[in-house]
């Protein structure tokens, strides 16, 4: 075994060549193919490959000039050494470590300290373009594979709802109240939990049938959200859930399933995801009412522009 966190098989059948192209997707596949393949490279390609096996944390964070700089060959070295490999190139080679740093089993704290590998190998520009990256994908992912069929069945159920109750505990507090905030702007049956000072226990004792709870929670996940959720679906009520899998623990249970990806090189899950479909679902909401939620609107704007509450344009 190599140093740092990807062990070196010596097993390279997982990554073998088919019509010129690889299937490795792991980082460990892709280091046992250098491995096999190290001996009949060439020398100076050699040396790059050396690099690499004896420094595998590195391939994720550190920039090609920065490796090939360490690894005493030009860039290109790195780009002909992944071409040799069936990659098309340097970012397709790195891509399995940068994917497996992602999602893998790492706990926050390791996430942290990948973080600060970033700033030790001084790749800031790296993070800034793997922070923009998977922004990028994680809105992308959401609005490919959210429907509106779904976003409006949950805005007709928070509507139809006798009250709905809006669950949001660490993390999700903020974005979850903001949708609440804006929300009872329009329908006047949204409810926070919890208040302040409160518990989700305390302030969902009277939910039952013809109530609605709307709950989000993501890995790790809060053991409040889901006792609360288990709770109101036992006393009757709806579940609408919003996670980030369907193994979470408030998905089985849910009467209605919405997926956000929580992505990031960051030491803990991004919520851009969650707050784009939690916007989407409050434009379903007003699109959903009748007249009475605009002129809700409108009063709250006119009192809030009487009271001047909001600073006057110039």
């Not at 040396?47 to 360490?70: C, F, G, K, W």
């Not at 929300?183 to 409160?198: E, H, K, T």
Request: charged share 20%.
């Amino acid at each position: 075994m190599r140093n740092g966190r990807y062990a070196v098989s010596d097993l390279g059948a997982e990554a073998a060549a088919k019509n010129g192209k690889v299937s490795a997707s792991t980082p460990e596949a892709v280091m046992a193919e250098l491995q096999t393949a190290f001996a009949s490279l060439s020398p100076r390609i050699r040396a790059a490959a050396r690099y690499l096996l004896d420094h595998p944390n590195e391939i994720a964070v550190t920039s090609m000039r920065q490796i090939a700089q360490a690894a005493s060959v030009p860039p290109n070295t790195l780009v002909r050494l992944a071409q040799a490999l069936g990659f098309e190139g340097f970012e397709e080679f790195r891509h399995p470590f940068r994917e497996a740093m992602r999602r893998n089993g790492e706990s926050i704290t390791d996430r942290a300290r990948t973080l600060q590998d970033f700033s030790r190998a001084g790749s800031h520009g790296e993070l800034l373009r793997e922070l923009a990256e998977t922004s990028i994908s994680n809105v992308a992912t959401l609005f490919s594979t959210t429907s509106a069929a779904n976003l409006k069945r949950a805005a007709r159920m928070i509507i139809k709802a006798r009250n709905t109750y809006v669950l949001g505990m660490g993390s999700c507090y903020a974005s979850m109240h903001g949708f609440y905030y804006v929300g009872r702007m329009a329908i006047p049956n949204l409810l926070f939990v919890p208040q302040q000072s409160s518990l989700p226990a305390d302030d969902l004792q009277r939910i039952g049938r013809g109530d609605v709870l709307f709950a989000a929670t993501y890995r790790p996940y809060r053991r409040d959200t889901v006792e609360a959720a288990r709770n109101a679906k036992a006393s009757g009520a709806k579940l609408i859930s919003l996670t980030d899998s369907r193994a979470s623990p408030i998905a089985a249970d849910a009467d209605l399933l919405l997926l956000a990806p929580t992505s990031t090189p960051q030491f803990f899950p991004s919520m851009l995801a969650m707050i784009a479909l939690l916007e989407s679902l409050l434009a379903f909401i007003v699109s959903e009412t009748d007249n009475e939620a605009v002129a809700n609107i409108e009063a709250i704007h006119r009192n809030r522009m009487a009271t001047g509450v909001y600073w006057p344009d110039d």
